[in-house]
């Protein structure tokens, strides 16, 4: 699509910054939309790709915390209190040493309420990645945390729901990993996790649905475009000039041309010409 490649969100005053990375590519976001207190944007999302969330506090002074919630499930949250510090979220912390990497996978439904997943965070926010921007205040920092759990499992969603028929992917986790924390902060949230300071959304869909939605071409019309920009425009030629021939006053010319070889044999003679007063009215109109 025309216009500016965006890969990164901000938000309005410029103060953090987010994006999501599949094998170390930051992803490129569609329809971004800025409020005061919300950044949203589309993403594309392929089967079986690993992703992971990045924040960078670009030049927000005071303490806060950022926590990662995707589908509706809290993945992990960091504590920033540098300028210019970025944290990567790897994936879903299941314990002070492991995490379990978060991987795009088509959506799981059925028609059946009693496998219907029920939490209605996950109806809600299915397909979408959420980074909330919580003011804080710093206490300390305790060598050990605790209160994870591994609950990072398939979930599944109604097809008869409105999301099951806008999403196409949700969120599956892949085998524990070893990722050993280095702490975790002892906070006070000045702002309620349910209402944060600023919140960053990335909707990721299937380039189908991204397609439909118009935010990506078809391979058919990019490859139209890609085509039609190749092929060099016919030079545009160059209209003639057409100068109208100048108008000559033949008798006019004679008459002065006679007049002037009458005054010039005079000069030579020595005999005084006289010479026309100019007429001074037509002189001072015109000026």
Not at 4 to 29: F, P, Y
Not at 59 to 82: E, M, W
Not at 108 to 114: K, Q
Not at 238 to 252: G, Q
Request: hydrophobic residues 30%; aromatic residues 8%; contains cysteine.
């Amino acid at each position: 699509m025309a216009g500016e490649v965006i890969h990164k969100l901000t938000d309005e005053k410029q103060r953090w910054s987010a994006w999501v990375t599949v094998d170390g590519r930051s992803l490129e976001t569609y329809k971004v939309q800025r409020s005061a207190t919300k950044t949203t944007c589309f993403i594309e999302s392929a089967e079986e790709q690993t992703f992971q969330v990045v924040v960078k506090n670009e030049n927000y002074p005071q303490t806060f915390a950022a926590d990662l919630y995707v589908d509706g499930l809290r993945i992990d949250g960091y504590s920033i209190r540098k300028v210019g510090k970025v944290d990567t979220y790897a994936g879903k912390r299941i314990s002070s040493t492991e995490i379990r990497p978060c991987k795009f996978a088509k959506v799981a439904l059925t028609d059946d309420s009693e496998q219907v997943t029920a939490d209605e965070r996950f109806s809600k926010e299915v397909g979408t990645i959420t980074l909330r921007i919580c003011r804080t205040q710093y206490k300390g920092t305790k060598t050990v945390g605790t209160g994870w759990q591994d609950d990072a499992q398939q979930r599944v969603l109604d097809e008869r729901s409105k999301k099951g028929s806008q999403v196409s992917h949700a969120t599956t986790y892949d085998k524990p990993q070893y990722k050993p924390t280095a702490g975790v902060d002892e906070l006070v949230y000045l702002d309620p996790h349910d209402a944060p300071f600023h919140v960053f959304e990335f909707h990721y869909r299937s380039r189908d649905l991204l397609e439909l939605a118009g935010l990506l071409l078809s391979a058919s019309a990019e490859a139209t475009v890609g085509a039609s920009s190749n092929v060099i425009p016919p030079r545009r030629k160059r209209a003639a000039t057409h100068l109208a021939e100048p108008h000559f006053d033949k008798d006019a010319l004679l008459a002065e041309l006679r007049k002037l070889q009458s005054e010039n044999e005079a000069l030579k003679a020595g005999r005084k010409v006289e010479y026309d007063e100019p007429d001074e009215k037509k002189i001072k109109r015109e000026a």
